[in-house]
């Protein structure tokens, strides 16, 4: 097999995937799509390659995959639709917004036969695979409780820069929407599938920033209590409060392991319980682990080499014709407990079953299954982004977001 000629659509995370892909791993970038004509060209001049404002058209390119990072609501049917013109797609999260886009693109990959890999960086940084290889190794024993952070502390210049439109999905998202940075590095260390939420939101209070100087209508954060399928519990925390922190901790029957929160926060620190059987080893240990491969080209990497992992990944997989470990079941149950987890907090914390889409007898209840509150499918009975409701930016906050837009060379229509 030749190199892999891959697209990608969405130049701004995008670019970050057409520069590994040119890189190593035999992919080779032929084509890129954006609706934003300017910085596509600015893109497309760097890596000296097709671009494409329309989507089918860029479809029709001669090449063999697509990778999306185009709105974060809107990868499903994209998804669909280049499974459908016979490519190999690479998804951003979420791999669906919607119950009934889950079911849809899983039976698209079905039908296509395709490989689909969902582009979870967080599990493949060095302290999640590390953990994931104690785990297997039996170290901590049984998982039994976890706990996953995605916390990112924003200015609102910053915030407006990358959320530039009144509708962009930045600012309405709700606050347990981007889960899966939180959920998927739990997942993949101890190979669990969540069964069941309970979730609550936590929203701006009123000396905050961001509802002064951004277009944000969605609550600051969310905890999210997953069960898993073994009967585990884990406490998820996402997004927007102060002080960052990407952090993963989990506590099996003989132990417990986690990244450190200060300082490094590559090391892994295990903590194995000697009374539990006859140890040698010493109780705690506090360690930088490496990479189980390709230790210096994920080093180079951005998200903590992550990134490097999704291009290998899925360039193995379509080598070999075997879906990767985030194939499609996968991405769409770690996607879906952030609408599934707003449900619950709009009920005050109600449980909430994730269903298990692999049954096909499971998929009936959720096929048409389109509760958003994305504004542009609005519709009675779908949810406002806030569980305070319809909250509108106030007049000065909007024009202090479109000053910055406007600095970006955003153009509103
Ligand atoms: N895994 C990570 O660490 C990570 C980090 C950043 C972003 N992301 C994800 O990457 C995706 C993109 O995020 P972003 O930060 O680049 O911001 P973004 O969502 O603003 O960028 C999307 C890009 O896609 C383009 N686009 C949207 N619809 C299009 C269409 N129909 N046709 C052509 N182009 C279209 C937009 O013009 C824009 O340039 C999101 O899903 C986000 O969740 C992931």
Redesign the pocket.
Known sequence: MGDIRVGV??????SGFARGAGTHLGMELVAL????EE?LQEVGKQFSVTTYTD?DRFLEHDMDAVIL????H??APYAIKALQAGKHVMS??AACSTLAEGVALIEAVEKSGRIYMF?E?YPYMVFNQEMRRLHQQGKVGTFMYGEGEYVHSMHPDNTNR?SPGVD??RNWIPATYYCTHALAPIMYITDTRPVWVNAQVITYPKDHLTPKMTAVRHDAASVIVVRMDNGAVAKLLQVSLRGDGVWVRIHGSHGLMENLRTGDSNMVRLVREQYCEERTDPGEQIYRPDFPVHHEEAMRAG?GGGDFFMNYHFAEAIRTGKQPYWDVYRGVACSIVGPLAYRSALKGGDGVAVPDLRKKSERKKYVADEWTPDPARRKRGYPWPSVEGDIKPTARALAYARKVWKSIGYEER
């Open positions: 659509i969405g130049v701004g995370r995008g799509c954006d609706t934003w910085k989507y990072a185009n709105y974060f809107q990868h951003e999260t582009a960086n990358i962009h999905w998200h």
